[in-house]
């Protein structure tokens, strides 16, 4: 059983940056698609950006098309979310999800495409 474990968040202003990171239990983890997702209060989930398995291929949600950058730390064990300009809608929490399949393309935006979920970390922006 894969698990995966965020971290990073936090309590920033607008404009600022921070850097999550996905750590997984697995040695493999490099062979997974990983995406980020975030669920806002009151809101549906929604895609944020994402890996294809080969690392090849980076997707962003229009949104913070710009501004994140997803990365796959030199080792492969853990998986970056570089946000900088942070916005307040972006106060949510903060879940990374991994699939063993060979996932690419649009299917990376889906959630019913992974197989394993974090718990996921709080990112607030102060108001």
């Known amino acids: 059983q894969v698990q995966l474990t965020e971290s990073g968040g936090g309590l920033v202003q607008a404009g600022d940056s921070l850097r999550l990171s996905c750590t997984a239990s697995v040695r493999n983890f490099g062979d997974y698609a990983v995406g980020w997702f975030r669920q806002a209060p009151g809101k549906k989930r929604e895609f944020v950006a994402a890996m294809s398995w080969t690392g090849n291929n980076r997707y962003y949600a229009n949104s913070v098309k710009g501004r994140f950058a997803i990365s796959r730390y030199h080792d492969k064990t853990s998986v970056w979310l570089q946000m900088n300009s942070l916005q307040r809608e972006a106060t949510a929490v903060y879940s990374c999800?991994?699939?063993?399949?060979?996932?690419?393309?649009?299917?990376?935006?889906?959630?019913?495409?992974?197989?394993?979920w974090g718990k996921g970390t709080q990112v607030t922006l102060s108001s």
């Open positions: 999800a991994a699939a063993a399949i060979k996932l690419d393309g649009d299917r990376v935006a889906s959630e019913r495409e992974y197989d394993h």
